[in-house]
């Protein structure tokens, strides 16, 4: 026999004899293969295939949907989405809203902040922070509250740092700041209290040799004009922030933002942010389930009707239908006289509900600018842009800033609906129109709106200008200095180190708009780059990546920021 038939006879007999020995017959078994059990495709928050690092999505630049612009100038956060320009009767609530966001209501006071919105939120941007320690905060704010974060029995929960004496046409005179123990008798009437900002230097270095200098602020108050403020008093400095987007970040569904928290962080990657649980004053009657805040500093008002109604009240010194007392507090006997003064009658408020409407729909309509660094007509962004992005995410930035959200019905106001003849109220029947151009949009405004916690610590002392410890009189100042971010306020569910995630939309355009303005919620960073350092707590580790990468990959990184 052949060696090769030998070869394939032995083979075979090997084979059978195991077939044989396993209880096998002649015929060989075949095995059908079992098919694989089907997998829900995965989907983010937003019920969209997850962002992807690698791949920029064709709508990118389109940061706010329908209702982007493409203004990129000193006007860039104040134009109107095109779907509005349009609309003969939108475009005129626009214009109309428009207005009285510019101009000072007839009863403003008799405390405040500012005499119009736009007089905090200039040209619809961020406010600034005073040039010196004698130049008052006009754009910016103080709030108040001791450890347990109750308010100040005599100055509420924010310093008004004039009286309406002060202010002719909004702007504010030197006759309104407060005076040292100045409205005590309950006659004369003088701003709160004149709070300032001075700021130590902070230098430190990169890990290539790279040097840095950072402004880290100190808190100071002085001329109480109704007495001292109560123990274990802590202070918020707060610059306004810009107007735009904020009808699109109403429209995010609840569920979608709930779908990120992440309070245990089941995750690992040491961001465990928190939904804000507020109460909506429009709520059904008899129902006292709280929604989620998405507006403010610390996510404390759930709707852009809320938001604008708390800045009236607590830093223009106007009432209304939400809010319908003035801000004076029971104790304040110099500002419940001048408010019994202004010239309305009964229960009659300050700003009706016409008028708070079209300032809301203002507000909500508000165009966000597109993004730069890209090119529509042949599809390519900028090699920088593009390499910034994928560092951005890799560092996970993200975690905090949700590049993309998908908005639902951007349901009409709640106070009713707007006509060319005035507002007709809700009914059980019949509410407001939806606003389309806020509807069904995917959008990128780079927030979860959600608190995280970014560190820090703050400590309140009494102290002359000399820096001598000191308890009582007019030389007598309160400081606060404060280690990272934290400002010692609790306000809600956010604890005196936790923040609501801002939205990066129209960030590289902050100083386009208003040449003065900074960044962070008390303007202490003077470029994106410093705010990037302030991070910490839950952001450590993102911001010792950027820390780490090379000067190029941090320019990089920069680059994209400002492409926002």
Same mark, same amino acid.
């Given at each position: ?14 084979l059978s004899s195991v077939l044989s020995g396993c209880g096998g017959s002649d015929a060989v078994e ?14 983010? @928050?937003?019920?969209l295939t997850p962002f992807n690092i690698d791949v920029i999505d064709k709508s990118e630049y389109l ?26 009767? /939108? ?7 428009? @207005? ?27 406010? !600034? ?43 504010? +005179? ?83 933002? +709930? ?7 089941? $995750? ?94 203002? $507000?909500? !309509? ?29 560092? $996970? ?7 993309? @959200? ?11 609906? =707007? ?31 959600? =608190? ?32 990272? +971010? ?20 129209? /960030? ?24 990037? /350092?302030? @991070? ?11 820390? $780490? ?16």
């Amino acid at each position: 026999m052949h060696k090769s038939a030998v070869v394939i006879f032995l083979s075979l007999f090997l084979l059978s004899s195991v077939l044989s020995g396993c209880g096998g017959s002649d015929a060989v078994e075949t095995v059908t293969p079992t098919p694989p059990t089907p997998t829900e495709p995965v989907l983010d @928050h937003s019920g969209l295939t997850p962002f992807n690092i690698d791949v920029i999505d064709k709508s990118e630049y389109l940061s706010g949907g329908e209702a982007t612009t493409f203004v990129s100038n000193k006007n860039a956060f104040s134009r109107k989405p095109a779907a509005i320009i349009g609309d003969f009767q /939108l475009d005129g609530f626009f214009t109309q809203g428009d @207005h009285l966001f510019r101009t000072p209501d007839d009863d403003i006071g008799p405390i405040l902040s500012t005499g119009s919105c736009q007089g905090c939120h200039l040209n619809d941007g961020r406010g !600034v922070v005073p040039g010196t320690p004698t130049t008052p905060m006009s754009s910016m704010l103080v709030k108040l509250a001791n450890g347990k974060g109750e308010a100040d029995p005599i100055y509420g929960d924010q310093i008004q740092p004039f009286s309406i004496h002060g202010f002719i046409d909004g702007n504010a +005179l030197s006759a309104g700041f407060s005076k040292h123990d100045g409205s005590v008798s309950g006659v004369q009437l003088y701003g709160e209290a004149f709070p300032f900002i001075v700021f130590e230097t902070i230098t430190g270095s990169y890990p290539d040799g790279s040097a840095y200098a950072l402004r880290n602020p100190v808190y100071k108050v002085r001329d109480l004009s109704y007495g001292a403020f109560m123990e274990d008093i802590r202070f918020s400095a707060r610059v306004a922030p810009q107007a735009f987007g904020v009808g699109l970040l109403d429209a995010i569904p609840q569920e979608n933002l +709930l779908a990120l928290v992440d309070e245990n962080d089941a $995750n690992g990657d040491g961001i465990s942010g928190r939904a804000s649980m507020v109460t909506n004053v429009f709520a059904t009657k008899g129902n006292d389930e709280k929604v989620i805040g998405r507006f403010a500093y610390k996510a404390q008002n759930p709707t852009v009707l809320q938001q604008v109604a708390g800045a009236y009240n607590g830093d223009m010194g106007v009432s209304t239908s939400i809010i319908a007392s003035e801000p004076c507090l029971d104790t304040q006997l110099a500002c419940l006289l001048a408010a019994e003064q202004e010239n309305k009658t009964g229960d009659e408020v300050d700003l009706g509900d016409h008028s708070l409407a079209l300032v809301e729909f203002y $507000n909500r !309509v508000l165009a966000v600018p597109a993004r730069r660094g890209y090119d529509k007509d042949s599809d390519i962004w900028t090699e920088e842009v593009t390499a910034g992005r994928k560092l951005f995410l890799q560092a $996970n930035c993200s975690g905090c800033h949700t590049p993309r @959200h998908v908005t639902g019905d951007a349901k009409g106001s709640e106070l009713g609906e =707007l006509s060319l003849g005035g507002l007709t109220a809700n009914t059980d029947s019949q509410h407001a129109q939806s606003i389309a151009v806020l509807s069904n949009q995917t959008i990128y405004p780079y927030t979860d709106l959600l =608190l995280h916690d970014m560190g820090g610590s703050c400590v309140v002392t009494r102290e002359t200008t000399d820096g001598l410890s000191c308890s009582t009189g007019a030389e007598c100042l309160y400081v606060q200095r404060c280690e990272g +971010l934290a400002d010692g306020v609790i306000q809600g569910d956010a604890s005196g180190t936790e923040w609501k995630t801002p939205a990066l939309w129209g /960030l590289g355009l902050v100083q386009t708009v208003n040449k003065d303005a900074s960044f962070l919620h008390d303007g202490r960073a003077r470029t994106i780059e410093e705010a990037v /350092l302030w @991070h910490d707590g839950e952001a450590k580790d993102s911001k010792e990546t950027f820390m $780490n990468y090379s000067k190029a990959e941090r320019e990089q990184l920069l680059a994209f920021l400002q492409s926002l």
